[in-house]
């Protein structure tokens, strides 16, 4: 379901726990508003990264692609995002606030967010949908876009 009012996007796929599947992007949102162009995705394909010249990340990695034309007196894109991960037993897997996407240097025409978060589901994790919330801020244009994506791991 995609709500434009609330920002709501929801896409689940499912990942072997074994980790045999290969397949890059699995899930992806993407925004556009104003100037502001952001892509939001799942993939579990190390190699994604050494397409980018990233460092290889586990398994999962939640991605932010952006471009923007938000730029400070310097001309200096600042986008930031906070992201939090829930299992399926609804504890959370991970917390992580104001993360930097792109700040205090010039913003190209799109671009891969510079810090990652790895998502390695390790065998005492429990099987189910796990739940990711990200919020991207475009913080020279004051612009906060919200995003939800679902995986499920199974057996």
């Not at 579990?44 to 923007?68: A, Q």
């Not at 037993?89 to 991970?94: C, E, G, I, L, R």
């Amino acid at each position: 379901m995609r709500s434009i009012l609330f920002l709501f996007i929801h896409f689940a796929f499912v990942i072997n726990a074994s980790g045999s599947d290969k397949d890059s992007l699995k899930a992806i949102v993407d925004y556009q508003n104003d100037g502001l162009q952001i892509i939001f995705a799942l993939i579990n394909d190390k190699g994604f990264f050494d397409e980018w010249r990233k460092p290889v990340m586990p398994h999962i990695i939640p991605i932010i692609i952006f471009g923007t034309d938000g730029k400070d007196m310097n001309g200096n894109a600042n986008l930031t995002y906070d992201i939090k991960i829930i299992k399926p037993d609804s504890t959370v897997y991970a917390e992580f606030k104001q993360l930097e996407i792109w700040k205090d240097v010039q913003e190209p025409v799109l671009h891969l967010l510079k810090q990652p978060v790895g998502i390695h589901i390790e065998q005492n994790d429990p099987f189910g949908i796990y739940t990711i919330y990200a919020t991207v801020y475009e913080n020279n244009k004051k612009q906060k876009v919200n995003f939800v994506l679902r995986f499920q791991v199974i057996k």
